[in-house]
């Protein structure tokens, strides 16, 4: 009976260990419900960096959606939501940084790299070749040449006899 009982008490704690909580929210209206929704998607998981917040895990995105939750009880817009996390977290909260001279660079740098490459481009392929225009041979040097082709000229007779 132990034999049975023991396996069966380790598999029934394993089974009630792994369930997980479910986060419940209850609105008053489906247009809170919607932009629970909306901003679960639109705002960063600081910790994460690279989910939202609906799809992290983390303690901090589960303390965001609180905080999302309970303001939208307040009656509080998503702009206004938005503004306090941005403000507490910074820009980085958001998917879609605002246009400003910290977030310049991630603007406009990608616009920048490409007119760089294609001005790089344009400027490699207008420029012509050297062509070296002194191709003057002293004395010794055209002494050796005439060698060279006089044996080649030979062998060639040679090759051609045969």
Known sequence: ?????????????????VSAAVEV???????QEAAFHQLGKE?????CQNNNIADSN???????RAKV??????????????EYMVARYGNFVTYNPPLTAST?????????FVIGGFTV?????????????????DSEEQA????LLDEHNSEKKKDDQA
């Open 121 to 137: 481009l344009v400027m490699r392929s207008r420029k012509s070749p050297k062509v070296v225009k002194d191709t003057a041979l």
């Open 43 to 47: 705002l960063r998981c600081p910790k």
């Open 144 to 147: 050796r040449l005439d060698a």
């Open 1 to 17: 009976m132990k034999r049975i009982l023991l396996p069966l008490i380790l598999a029934a704690s394993a089974v009630f260990s």
């Open 25 to 31: 929210y209850e609105f008053d209206t489906p247009e």
């Open 58 to 64: 983390a303690g901090l995105a589960q303390d965001l």
């Open 104 to 112: 310049m660079i991630l603007w406009a740098g990608p616009l920048l």
């Open 69 to 82: 939750y309970e303001m939208l009880k307040q009656g509080k817009n998503e702009d206004e939501i938005v």
